[in-house]
């Protein structure tokens, strides 16, 4: 029984395996979609300043999408605690400050959400620290520079955002003059399929956990990838680099990379990405032009 068990689990990995190569030996070359592309956002036209609502909804977009903040604020895995549930973080942040161990500078709502944004590790929510820091260093990167790089009017949204869902006043100041524009239209902008590597990994949030070929800057919540090209291919038995590759990033957890946690990756991005970004993906980790 345990052994039937054993070779069918191996021949469902298998065959998965199989049709996301076969696809992508078919497809790769005519760069078609595994998912057909939603139509484009209609875009507002924002002129002069931005209304409240305004704000809060580029805030509620920039959370979702550019922020990358779902990749871990999100009910799978729960790596991180789950900001936009109830009141969310806004209805809990007076709670924070006041918690004992609580170091960091913040006075009020705005100024925890911010602190927390820009400076991670001022207070680490217990249990979701770095493991073995005693939850002294959190695994948040900074989202107003690095990997994220988010402008002080995008955090500024996303306080807006929080704040309203809690029921609060928005305590932060609307973009007007050039800003609004500006802000608006960076959101506005729709999605489009990454031309080079660097551009698929950026699209995807892999450089928020990840240190990948081509970007100086990226997270350490993953492994490492810029090493990758020499280990794939002995990762696993019987198991082409290649085939590893795409393995890892349309189901995460058929393998743990040792010294690393399951269920941290998301497990959604064969949904998302492109046949023709998922070349430029694997050939980039591959060490291949
Ligand atoms: C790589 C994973 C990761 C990403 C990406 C990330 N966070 Fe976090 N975040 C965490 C973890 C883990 C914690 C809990 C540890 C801590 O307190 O720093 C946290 C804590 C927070 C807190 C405090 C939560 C509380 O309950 O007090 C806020 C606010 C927050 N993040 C906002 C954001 C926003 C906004 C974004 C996107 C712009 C974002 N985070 C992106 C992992 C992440
Ligand atoms: C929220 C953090 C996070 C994001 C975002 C993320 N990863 Fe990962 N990734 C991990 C973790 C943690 C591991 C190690 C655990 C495992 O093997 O599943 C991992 C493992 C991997 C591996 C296996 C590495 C090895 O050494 O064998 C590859 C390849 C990979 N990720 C590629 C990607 C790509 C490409 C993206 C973007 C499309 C991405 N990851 C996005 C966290 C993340």
């Given at each position: 029984m345990e052994g039937n068990k054993g070779s069918s689990e191996l021949g469902r990995i298998l065959g998965f395996g199989l049709l996301i190569i076969l696809a992508f030996a078919g497809y790769a070359k005519f760069g078609i979609p595994l998912v057909i592309p939603e139509p484009p956002p209609h875009e507002e036209k924002i002129t002069g300043a931005m209304t409240k609502d305004q704000f809060i909804a580029m805030g509620e977009k920039i959370f979702n999408g550019?922020?990358?903040?779902?990749?871990?604020?999100?009910?799978?895995?729960?790596r991180a605690p789950i900001?936009?549930?109830?009141?969310?973080?806004a209805g809990r942040a007076m709670e924070r400050i006041k918690d004992p161990l609580y170091k960091g500078k913040a006075k009020t709502v705005e100024e925890y959400i911010r602190e927390s944004e820009?400076?991670?590790?001022?207070y680490v929510v217990?249990?979701?620290?770095?493991?073995?820091t005693n939850d002294t260093v959190?695994?948040?990167?900074?989202?107003?520079?690095?990997?994220?790089?988010?402008?002080e009017v995008e955090i500024n949204s996303l306080i807006a955002f929080f704040e309203h869902m809690a029921g609060q006043d928005v305590t932060v100041p609307l973009p007007t003059g050039e800003a609004a524009p500006a802000a608006a239209s960076a959101e506005a902008a729709p999605p489009k399929p990454a031309a080079t590597a660097v551009e698929a990994f950026n699209k995807y949030g892999c450089v928020t956990c990840h240190v990948v070929p081509g970007v100086a800057e990226g997270g350490?919540?993953?492994?490492?990838?810029?090493?990758l090209a020499k280990e794939a291919d002995s990762?696993?038995?019987?198991?082409t680099g290649q085939a590893y590759i795409i393995e890892s990033i349309s189901t995460p957890n058929a393998y743990v990379v040792k010294g690393f946690e399951p269920?941290?990756?998301?497990?959604d991005f064969a949904q998302k990405i492109t046949m023709s970004e998922m070349n430029l993906i694997v050939n980039a980790l591959l060490g291949k032009k």
């Open positions: 550019k922020g990358t903040c779902t990749l871990c604020h999100s009910k799978v895995g729960g900001l936009d549930e109830g009141t969310g973080v820009e400076d991670p590790s001022a217990a249990g979701y620290g770095k493991p073995g959190s695994p948040m990167p900074a989202t107003n520079k690095g990997a994220i790089g988010l402008s350490d919540m993953g492994p490492n990838l810029t090493k990762r696993k038995k019987g198991m269920d941290i990756m998301p497990s």
